[in-house]
């Protein structure tokens, strides 16, 4: 993988647009993805997922090529979504409500727990909605996502645990488990019932 | 198991790392309505996450970002070659003075000046202006002798070499012995007595002149005893 990676990094260097294409195919829609999360907006997310590619072209040359490429890359990405949050702040935010869901019919009760999930990450700090979307999302690894981010590994564990306590606060304070009758609900290997739509 | 256990227990199972028994967790969710909460609330979120789809790339999406990475790189390489022409430019300048003045200013008894180190090299003093010794006196009249001797040697040996070259082109007459020589007279007495004859004879005019002028003055004088004092 590593050397796979090395030899589309080197047609790169040479100035292949098949390579640029190669590239950009494999990891747009993990970085769109992380885009669409971090940024809660879709033009954005775009715009943003352009320019980290163009980073990624002309820092290409500085990638250790003993490492995976995927880290080196989204830590670009969250560190441009990052810079592109602090600049949108100074200026009045654009509504984009994302309706991310499967493929396939979703019952009203699954729409309205993703809608409750996706606004607990956008009231989340930046930091901690990085590690949770590369984690839970993106399926990336500790180590990965420590890499990315540049930060410890435990610092990392850190603002994942406290993520996923503020979504799990958000989702029982918003009523989306079902009220607490006693202990004839207790079964923790069951699925919890489902809540009642008023 | 206690709430503490309890959430480590909740973060191993939403790592996808795998929990033990789930005996004592059901013991402790029994006696915890807090804790029973949270954990349904991690099962909702379990659930939603199956459902959270990525978000999908909109279409022709990476032609736009491979289109102006590729324009972003040739811009690039137009910006490095002009940088690297005008350096070119700029050394070939900087070579040609070098060797300009090394071949036309340089003085020839000097060797090529090598750069020092600076950075530890103790400040030098001011260069102090070198006092020549003045010339003992004797030196300089020798100097003066020489120089002297060495003018009128030079003017002689021209003078001599024009006069040779004119003798042998002009052919000089026979000198003529005078028949009689003019009786020789007494130059300084002569000369006493002709200045005083002409300088009485210049100056008679003047003195007559004076004289006459003086005596009018004297007649037209009143008598300036008696109309100076009109009170007495």
Request: contains cysteine; positive net charge; charged residues 25%.
């Amino acid at each position: 993988m590593a050397a796979d990676e090395a030899a589309l990094v080197r047609r790169c260097l040479r100035g292949e647009a098949q390579a640029f294409h190669d590239l950009v195919d494999r990891f747009q829609a993990e970085v769109y993805g992380l885009c669409v999360r971090l940024l809660n907006h879709r033009h954005d997310a775009e715009d943003v997922t352009q320019e980290v590619f163009v980073r990624v072209f002309r820092s290409l040359r500085r990638w250790d090529s003993k490492r995976p490429l995927k880290p080196w890359l989204m830590g670009i990405a969250v560190n441009r979504c990052r810079t592109w949050l602090a600049q949108r702040n100074r200026r009045p935010e654009l509504s984009d409500y994302l309706q991310d869901t499967a493929p396939g019919p979703l019952s009203d009760d699954v729409a309205e727990l993703l809608r409750e999930i996706q606004a607990a990450l956008r009231e989340l700090r930046p930091e901690y909605r990085s590690v949770f979307v590369l984690f839970h999302e993106q399926g990336q690894a500790y180590e990965d996502i420590a890499a990315a981010l540049k930060c410890p590994v435990g610092t990392i564990k850190t603002w994942l645990h406290r993520a996923r306590l503020e979504v799990l606060e958000r989702l029982r304070r918003r009523g989306m488990v079902a009220p607490d009758f006693g202990l004839d609900n207790v079964n923790p290997t069951s699925k919890p019932p489902q809540r009642k739509r008023k | 198991m206690n709430c503490l256990e309890f959430q480590e227990r909740l973060q191993s199972q939403l790592d996808r790392q795998p929990v033990g028994d789930g005996t004592s967790l059901e013991h402790h969710l029994a006696s915890c309505p807090d804790c029973r909460q949270l954990h349904q609330a991690a099962q909702r979120l379990e659930e939603g996450l199956r459902h959270l789809a990525p978000p999908c790339p909109p279409v022709g999406l990476a032609d736009r970002i491979v289109t102006r990475a590729l324009g972003e790189r040739q811009a690039r390489l137009r910006f490095r070659r002009r940088l690297l022409a005008v350096a070119a430019i700029a050394a070939s300048l900087l070579l040609t003075a070098l060797a300009g003045y090394y071949w036309f200013l340089r003085p020839t008894d000097q060797g090529p000046v090598t750069p020092e180190p600076i950075a530890n090299k103790p400040p030098e003093p001011e260069p102090q202006p070198k006092e020549t010794p003045a010339p003992s006196l004797r030196e300089s009249v020798a100097d003066a002798t020489d120089a002297v001797a060495g003018l009128a040697q030079r003017t002689t040996d021209e003078t001599v070499g024009s006069t040779w070259l004119l003798w042998s082109v002009v052919v000089a007459p026979p000198l003529k012995e005078p028949a009689e020589l003019p009786p020789p007279f007494d130059p300084t007495a002569r000369s006493l007595r002709e200045a005083g004859q002409g300088l009485s004879t210049g100056l008679e005019p003047l003195a007559n002149s004076a004289r006459r002028a003086f005596g009018l003055f004297l007649r037209d004088i009143p008598n300036m005893e008696t109309e100076g004092k009109p009170g007495l």
